[in-house]
């Protein structure tokens, strides 16, 4: 598969099962529930404008691969040239929503584009992960992926003088335990914009992830990638923005709902070749 389009993009939302629950309902089908539909048919949008051959700029570049056309933002950069080309091709994308969009699919694809640059960082202490990387990359690309992440653990003391460690682990993402196939994950995260719209969530840590400081340290330091749809992953929205109302009288809320949610791993196995780092110390 090459670029997408927005009618393709819109099946594979209904091709993935997902658990999303917002306002106490599960949502059997984000691309025709109110409050979620709407949002989903903009970046559908933005994947047509890849086949649009009156965009005002080039929206690809040929696979290095396979050939074929693949969205402009994946691009490795290797010129002055290949920059400006990616940032009007981002331009494009960003205006078509007057910029009320912040979680456009481009967003990561120029993650994992870095991370897959910087492959020799992730494979400093395990070299299967520079090859685990490069070849989510590159799937991403192939695929045309629309993606969100979440980064930050749940704060469950917010007192004035709480601390960095007032975190706690326990209500940390963290590793249960490791297995032949992969690790399993549990606890929720907070907060993956887009993500009920997504193919694929991204998990990697920051600085506010990083909470123990003793020889269980690993379990909370990993970075992987996995399908939104797979078990035990669960998505708990917050309230829509919008109200399924007409454009007339909501014409930012009843088109651009990205929407927020909570994000909880109920012992999700990630694969190992899912798996970008794990436990490394820099």
């Known amino acids: 598969m090459s670029v997408r389009t927005g009618a393709e993009y819109l099946a594979g939302l209904k091709e993935q099962p997902r658990e999303i629950w917002l306002d106490g309902k599960r949502i059997e089908d984000v691309t025709e529930f109110p409050g979620l539909a709407n949002g989903a048919r903009s970046i559908a949008t933005l994947y047509d404008m890849q086949h649009d051959g009156k965009a005002s700029c080039n929206m690809t570049y040929p696979s290095p691969t396979t050939g074929d056309p693949v969205g402009l933002s994946f691009i490795i950069p290797k010129s002055a040239d290949d920059l400006a080309k990616r940032r009007d091709m981002m331009s494009a994308w960003a205006h078509a929503s007057y910029g009320m969009m912040g979680r456009t699919p481009d967003f990561l694809n120029l993650t994992i584009m870095a991370m897959a640059a910087a492959g020799d960082f992730f494979g400093d202490n395990r070299p299967e992960f520079k090859q685990n990387v490069v070849n989510y990359y590159e799937?991403?690309?192939?695929?045309?992926?629309?993606?969100?992440?979440?980064?930050?653990?749940?704060?469950?003391?917010?007192?004035?003088?709480?601390?960095?460690?007032?975190?706690?682990?326990?209500?940390?993402?963290?590793?249960?335990?490791?297995?032949?196939?992969?690790?399993?994950?549990?606890?929720?995260?907070?907060?993956?914009?887009?993500?009920?719209?997504?193919?694929?969530?991204?998990?990697?840590?920051?600085?506010?992830?990083?909470?123990?400081?003793?020889?269980?340290?690993h379990k909370y330091a990993f970075a992987f990638a996995v399908p939104c749809g797979i078990d035990g992953l669960k998505f708990i929205c917050r309230e829509s923005f919008d109200l399924d109302k007409s454009h007339f009288d909501h014409p930012l809320g009843s088109r651009f709902e990205e929407m927020d949610a909570i994000v909880y791993f109920d012992d999700v196995l990630v694969p190992w070749e899912r798996l970008f780092m794990y436990g490394d110390r820099h």
């Open 139 to 217: 799937y991403a690309r192939e695929n045309d992926l629309c993606m969100t992440h979440t980064l930050v653990n749940l704060q469950r003391n917010r007192a004035p003088s709480a601390t960095s460690m007032d975190y706690t682990t326990d209500v940390a993402l963290h590793v249960v335990k490791e297995t032949d196939t992969g690790l399993v994950i549990r606890g929720p995260r907070v907060l993956a914009t887009l993500s009920p719209l997504s193919d694929e969530i991204m998990v990697y840590p920051t600085r506010s992830s990083l909470l123990a400081r003793d020889e269980d340290a």
